[in-house]
């Protein structure tokens, strides 16, 4: 249903509330105004009623107030004395004035009917014409109609009136009511334009504007129709963009012109039809043409973007001085650097208007640093990096986004000596004895002497170490790695156990092992004698390692069962008399069966002496 139905069926309804709010309002003009010893609220406004979108003012009447608060019934409020505001959507709103002094307060209130424009809902418009409609709720479309004859050339352009968050989408429809046309966000100003349309058959066209998603609110509607053998300005040109003295060849698409002018934006001008022209200096420049046939003119603008230098080559320790351009604009720089050399760029605005960004590619092309204010002010620095691969670097200097352009210097320093960061590599940090494990050397910064030490003790000085570990413990290996200009240490936690899968255990005795994989079982063996007292303890070694404990007999009988005795996930079977003489079996496992780690086993044994007599 038409919007427009809609409004002048409910109009007289409308009149009717406005009429009984006018009068309630009317017979108490001054709500709550008079207080005594207090203030009294009172206002006029510039306009009670008009078309949207509506611009009211207030005359503030009010006296013996020090504070006030507006509320334009809309949403929108205010604490001026005299504010004004804008409406862009149709309505009745109640305005009302709260006035106050001290801990005294008084209001007043007033109406205002904000209409449509005369054919805000749709309607008919002419060629050449500017109207003003309103979205006025998700999915509303108005439909505008014109007269058009075949061949003619229009312009359609949907745009949001001042402040209106509306998004246009224009649809045009042909007498035969097929579409024949469609717009949605022509530029980032969310303004939809169907341009240059050649009307394919005479008859009543439809204009229908709507709205992306759920917007509203108040929009402009222009609509320029001309012959078809109107003049039409139109042109391309290529390149595009690129680095100056930079040559463009200028296309010209213009329809029905037999005179040309051009205008290159730098002072340059042609009357040629396709000229080309060369740009001397980077800068962004403004290209007008202007196509005639006899007193029809049409005018087309564009752009051409020319960069005064694109990169290149960089030499560490030899600033250069450049330009960004244009929005956009991104300058590469390149330069070789050997692995672990130590790196710092600085990228610093000559104009107060640009804010700088630096990016660092790899050899293979991938990102590996980028830095927007790490120098001073708006400047970018990248600081203190060591290239960890030998090969074609790669620099984009450019401007934040939204940071102005302007020009720049770019200095970047490779410093052949750079500053040690040490850093040990082993293939892991758990083993059984005995083990050889090798310590390798892969710190940054080009280390030349090295020295490895074990507790403090010298156990090396190549790049890579091997050492045997014939006992079990924790051992801490530390490298010291140094160059002539700087040293750095970096230390290494090994554990080294004597994992076993069973075995004989002895009273009093420590012994390491390990569920090696789901369902394993470890069996440690001991002698026992009838009436022996007997501790076993077991500690998980791993994180979320849930280990079991049962105690048997020769026969296979369970003696004792535990799981967590010991606290956290640890089992203890603590202080059981053995029910006979025999060989003994310690079974450790997993509780759940499908849980592996590593655990230290620990037995106790007491045997009683004989009773006294």
């Known amino acids: 249903m038409n919007s427009a139905c809609r409004s002048r069926r409910a109009r007289p309804v409308l009149l009717a509330l ?4 006018i009068a309630a309002a009317a017979a108490s003009p001054r709500l709550g105004a008079q207080q005594v010893g207090g203030p009294l609220a009172d206002f006029e406004l510039s306009a009670d009623s008009g078309l949207a979108p509506l611009l009211v003012s207030v005359s503030n009447r009010s006296s013996g107030a020090e504070r006030f608060h507006w509320d334009f019934g809309d949403g929108a409020t205010s604490s001026e004395r005299e504010p004004a505001h804008l409406y862009v ?8 004035l709260e006035a106050c002094a001290m801990a005294s307060c008084a209001s007043a209130i007033r109406l205002v009917n904000v209409e449509g424009r005369d054919a805000l809902d749709g309607g008919t418009i002419l060629g050449g014409s500017h109207v003003y409609g309103s979205i006025n709720q998700p999915g509303d479309v108005d439909e505008w109609t014109f007269e058009g004859v075949a061949g003619s050339l229009v ?6 009136d001042t402040g209106s968050p509306v998004d246009p989408v224009l649809r045009l429809f042909g007498p035969d009511g097929v579409l024949a046309a469609f717009n949605d966000d022509t530029d980032e100003s969310s303004t939809a334009t169907i341009r240059d349309f050649a009307l394919p058959q005479s008859g009543r066209y439809t204009i229908e504007a709507g709205a992306f998603l759920d917007t509203v609110g108040v929009y402009a509607l222009s609509l320029d129709v001309a012959p078809a053998d109107a003049v039409r300005t139109a042109f391309r040109f290529r390149p595009a963009t690129g680095v100056a003295p930079l040559t463009v060849t200028f296309l010209n698409d213009t329809r029905n012109a037999t005179r040309f002018l051009w205008d290159f934006g730098d002072g340059g001008r042609s009357e040629r039809r396709e000229p080309v022209h060369q740009y001397a200096a980077g800068g962004v420049y ?12 049409d005018v087309a603008r564009g752009a051409v973007a020319v960069e005064a230098n694109d990169g290149g080559a960089i030499t560490p320790g030899e600033p250069l001085n450049n330009r960004v351009d244009f929005e956009d604009d991104v300058d590469r720089f390149t330069f070789a650097a050997p692995a672990g050399a130590e790196l710092m760029i600085d990228l610093v605005a000559a104009d107060d208007a640009l804010d700088t960004l630096l990016f660092l590619f790899g050899p293979d092309g991938e990102q590996i640093a980028t830095d927007d204010d790490g120098g001073a002010g708006t400047n970018a620095r990248i600081a203190n990096l060591i290239l960890s691969e030998t090969g074609t670097y790669a620099i984009d200097a450019q401007a934040f986004p939204g940071g102005g352009t302007g020009a720049y210097t770019l200095s970047l320093t490779i410093e052949p000596e750079p500053l040690v960061r040490a850093a040990v590599a082993v293939d892991a940090t758990s083993f059984v004895v005995p083990v050889e494990v090798t310590f390798r050397d892969v710190s940054l910064g080009g280390p030349t002497t090295r020295t490895w030490r074990l507790h403090g003790t010298e156990i090396g000085m190549a790049a890579a170490v091997p050492y045997l570990f014939e006992e079990a413990g924790a051992f801490t290996v530390e490298l010291e790695s140094c160059n ?3 040293c750095d240490r970096w230390s290494v936690q090994i554990r080294v156990t004597s994992e076993l899968d069973g075995g004989p255990i002895a009273p009093n005795q420590t012994v390491f092992g390990a569920i090696d994989k789901p369902g394993d079982v470890d069996d440690w063996t001991f002698a026992g004698v009838e009436g022996d007292i007997v501790t076993v303890a077991a500690i998980a070694l791993d994180e979320e390692f ?4 049962e105690l048997l007999t020769e026969a296979g009988m369970i003696v004792a069962f535990d799981d967590d005795s010991g606290g956290d996930l640890n089992p203890l079977i603590d202080g059981v008399a053995l029910p006979s003489t025999g060989e003994f079996t310690i079974r450790m496992r997993s509780f759940d069966e499908t849980g592996t780690g590593r655990y230290r086993l620990e037995l106790a044994l007491v045997r009683p002496g004989p009773a006294a007599g």
């Open 155 to 160: 312009d359609v352009t949907m745009e949001p």
């Open 484 to 486: 002539e200009r700087s």
């Open 89 to 96: 959507r149709p309505g009745l709103f109640v305005v009302e």
């Open 18 to 21: 406005l009429a009984t709010l």
């Open 546 to 549: 849930d280990v079991a404990l």
């Open 286 to 297: 403004s290209v007008s043409l202007t196509a005639c046939r006899g007193d029809d003119c």
